[in-house]
């Protein structure tokens, strides 16, 4: 049986990328660990390629981790740092010859739709993106071979999806999950959730939530990802952690 590949392509937030002029220690750091670009994931499995979100660092994202072809991209919710990309599929339509996928609840694919309205005009202009919708409904889907399933959080009054593939689960910009969509992330080997700081947010998990969160599902391995400045240095962060719990790194792979 082939093997999950999981790459974070991406671990940080709008807010917590590298500022010039910021003096705190992170933005300050030459540990590159200490440089996040917008939170993403990549999913390779049996020959199929899928992307967890399109922010803004898409491009650069792709070309760091020499993705030469995509399967799809599952879009968790609709806010700037998770779609600003998505013109860039692009590149992948002139290279494939085909529609690009994207995966995403109706409220997501209607904005995707709006913000992207030339790529769905009727006689759109030549080498606009080449977008094909699928709508989810929170049951479980597949690309190729490759099983998926939606877990719905909430990112303040917004709903989210994350996913599981396999014993890998995958959960960004959620504040609270109900207890039967927790549990669908049970039993994964790999789970990956979102943690913005330590002070309480709005729309995201504090560092203790996440932990929290991480120890009830108790996986082989829990890792902290969508990380802002205010959370201090990765190097500080890993070593406070509790056993098995590490904060996510760019560039950070994952088999299972
Ligand atoms: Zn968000
Ligand atoms: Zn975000």
């Known amino acids: 049986m082939a093997l999950l590949e999981i790459t974070i392509l991406g671990s940080g937030t709008s807010q917590g990328i590298p500022v010039v002029g910021c003096t705190c220690d992170v933005c300050q750091s030459n540990d590159t ?11 390779q499995h049996n020959g199929t390629t899928v992307a967890i979100d399109a922010g803004p660092d898409f491009r650069q994202q792709m070309l760091r981790e020499k993705v030469g072809r ?14 600003a990309g998505i013109d860039d599929v692009r590149a992948f339509n002139w290279i494939q010859q085909k529609p690009m996928n994207i995966f995403a609840r109706r409220s997501v694919l209607t904005a995707i739709r709006e913000e992207y309205f030339y790529a769905f005009e009727e006689n759109p202009y ?6 094909n919708l699928n709508e989810l409904d929170g049951s479980s889907f597949r690309i190729n071979d490759m099983e998926l399933t939606p877990i719905e959080a909430m990112h303040h009054r917004m709903p989210v999806y994350g996913y599981r593939t396999g014993n890998f689960s995958y959960l960004t910009d959620a504040n609270f999950i109900e207890t039967g969509e927790l549990n669908k992330m049970k039993g994964s080997r790999f789970v990956v959730i979102n943690a913005l700081r330590r002070e309480k947010h709005i729309s995201h998990f504090t560092l203790e939530e996440a932990v929290d969160i991480l120890q009830y599902l108790r996986p082989e391995k829990g890792f902290i990802t969508h990380i802002s400045h205010q959370m201090g240095k990765h190097s500080d962060l890993e070593k406070e952690l509790p056993d098995g719990i590490f904060p996510a790194f760019d560039g950070m792979k994952l088999q299972c």
């Not at 660990?33 to 999913?43: I, Q």
């Not at 995509?70 to 779609?83: M, P």
């Not at 030549?126 to 977008?131: K, N, S, T």
Request: charge should be neutral; hydrophobic fraction near 35%.
């Open 33 to 43: 660990n200490d440089k996040r670009l917008r939170t993403a994931a990549l999913l």
């Open 70 to 83: 995509l399967d799809g991209i599952l879009v968790t919710h609709n806010h700037k740092d998770h779609t």
């Open 126 to 131: 030549p080498g606009v993106p080449d977008i």
